[in-house]
């Protein structure tokens, strides 16, 4: 059985830092390439990074040199780390499969604000 478990958002001041986890069960993890999304109330869900199993990676322009994307295969778990946060970063972020898991399942996702 497939299940994403985010975590680590919360409250940061503008120019803080957070680190988000994802930990996947079931199949999901292995040989697939990992991104995080995110989304903002009434908008689309948007792909911000990903990282493939030979740990390549790609950033949407608006996060390129403030987040990283990581991967630990053997825990299956992924990572972002959120660096130098703006208030437009604010959302509920979500990691999936690149592209998202054909079943449509999504995890709970975990809230970012960005706010002081």
């Known amino acids: 059985q497939v299940q994403l478990v985010e975590s680590g958002g919360g409250l940061v001041q503008p120019g803080g830092s957070l680190r988000l986890s994802c930990a996947a069960t079931g199949s999901i993890f292995r040989f697939n390439r990992m991104g995080w999304y995110r989304q903002v109330l009434g908008k689309q869900r948007e792909l911000v990074a990903s990282i493939s199993s030979g740990s390549s990676t790609n950033y949407e322009d608006s996060v390129k040199g403030r987040f990283t994307i990581s991967r630990n295969d053997a825990k299956s778990t992924a990572y972002l780390q959120m660096n130098s946060l703006k208030p437009e970063d604010t959302a509920v972020y979500y990691c999936?499969?690149?592209?998202?898991?054909?079943?449509?399942?999504w995890g709970r996702g975990t809230q970012v604000t960005v706010s002081s």
């Open positions: 999936n499969t690149v592209p998202p898991y054909a079943t449509g399942y």
